[in-house]
């Protein structure tokens, strides 16, 4: 038997505006970073089968359901994510070019750094 661990993805998003509270009502745009005027869809199973909508709408505590699964195309690498978060009113509260998932490999390494307090 071989086991494999896979970073699980975030279990749900939350908007925050410039005074740090929940932007309730929010929504996040998702569109192609190679041609920002074309949505690029967020899925909600690895399946990729069933596409938020887009806007994604959060609720009024500023949360949004998840988890969210991003289109990654290993054959075309520079098709990324283009992603804007805008408050109720429709003003941005802050965007992301070139967004790509990471991979969740962990990770660490073999180096270890240990931290020893030597009194004099």
């Known amino acids: 038997m071989t086991l494999s661990y896979v970073l699980a993805p975030e279990p749900f998003w939350i908007l925050l505006n410039s005074q740090g509270t929940a932007a309730g009502g929010g929504k996040l ?3 192609r970073n ?12 690895a399946g990729g089968t069933t596409a938020y909508t887009n806007p ?13 699964y991003f289109e990654v ?15 109720s009113a429709g003003l941005t509260l802050w965007t992301i070019r070139d967004f790509a998932p990471g991979s ?3 990770g660490g390494g073999s180096i270890v750094t240990n931290y020893v307090p030597i009194t004099n």
Not at 59 to 66: D, E, T
Not at 80 to 85: F, G, R
């Open 34 to 45: 190679l041609n920002i005027d074309e949505n690029k869809p967020v899925f909600d199973s």
């Open 73 to 87: 195309d290993s054959a075309d690498p520079e098709e990324t994510y283009y992603l804007e978060a805008k408050d």
């Open 29 to 31: 745009y998702t569109k």
């Open 104 to 106: 969740g490999s962990g």
């Open 56 to 68: 994604i709408l959060f609720g009024l505590n500023g949360v949004a359901p998840g988890p969210f």
